[in-house]
């Protein structure tokens, strides 16, 4: 069973750009999660979604970003006009119920130049 | 406001001896709390997750108490060897509301055991 897959896994992008970040959750999991880790800090909480729904959407900035997990193909976190800010480890996690552990993929690492 | 505080930054130990960390947490009635290991480079990992009826958890070296009242957990590793050595988070989530699910991380605390 293949874990959390993300990509790409480095993305690098000028400012104004736009970053499309991908996740493909474990087979079986229909709940999504998305994380940030800033350099030196600890992981912060973006978005939440089940299949084709946002559950809580309470951690990501208001404007500039996106999330969405359509029926078919993986969960996407876009981010529109990219700022040097953005730059951070974008981190994916599963789970096959929302009450249950959480798998995270690798990461994909985001430079704003 | 809810805040998650674990103890150190960075802890040193020497192998074989038990590693212990701490996460204390405010203003938060959790359903449960879970430890993650993060290794430079990757995603965390998880490691044990205890529910708030539960008082201690045991997976082979490692070990997590939950104390409510205390408003605290702590994280065991005996026998520590170097392979141990990562960054070590502790996580809750809320009961109640709409938010199942959603995780708030402290900031971890990086462990090195020494050979």
């Known amino acids: 069973n293949a874990g959390v897959m993300q990509n790409p896994r480095h993305l690098v992008r000028r400012r104004g750009q736009e970053a499309r970040l991908r996740c493909s959750p474990m087979?079986?999991?229909?709940?999504v999660y998305w994380y940030r880790q800033l350099p030196e800090e600890g992981l912060k909480f973006m978005v939440y979604l089940q299949k084709e729904n946002i559950i809580d959407e309470s951690g990501m900035p208001k404007e500039r970003f996106s999330a969405e997990f359509p029926k078919e193909g993986p969960s996407i976190l876009r981010i529109q006009q990219v700022v040097r800010g953005d730059s951070a480890a974008y981190f994916c996690a599963s789970s096959p119920d929302a009450e249950e552990t959480q798998y995270f993929g690798p990461g994909t690492r985001l430079l704003v130049l | 406001s809810q805040k998650i505080e674990q103890n150190s930054e960075a802890l040193n130990i020497q192998e074989g001896k038990t590693a212990t960390l701490t996460c204390n947490y405010t203003n938060y009635s959790p359903a449960y709390l879970q430890w993650y290991r993060q290794d430079p480079g990757r995603g965390p990992v998880f490691l044990l997750l205890i529910r708030e009826n539960e008082k201690e958890k045991r997976k082979e070296r490692l070990k997590v108490t939950f104390d409510t009242t205390l408003k605290q957990s702590l994280f065991h590793i005996t026998a520590s060897q170097p392979a141990d050595s990562a960054t070590y988070l502790c996580?809750?989530?809320?009961?109640?509301?709409?938010?199942?699910?959603?995780?708030?991380f402290g900031q971890g605390t990086i462990l090195t055991v020494h050979p």
């Open positions: 996580a809750l989530d809320s009961a109640g509301g709409t938010s199942y699910g959603k995780l708030t």
């Open positions: 087979k079986g999991h229909s709940h």
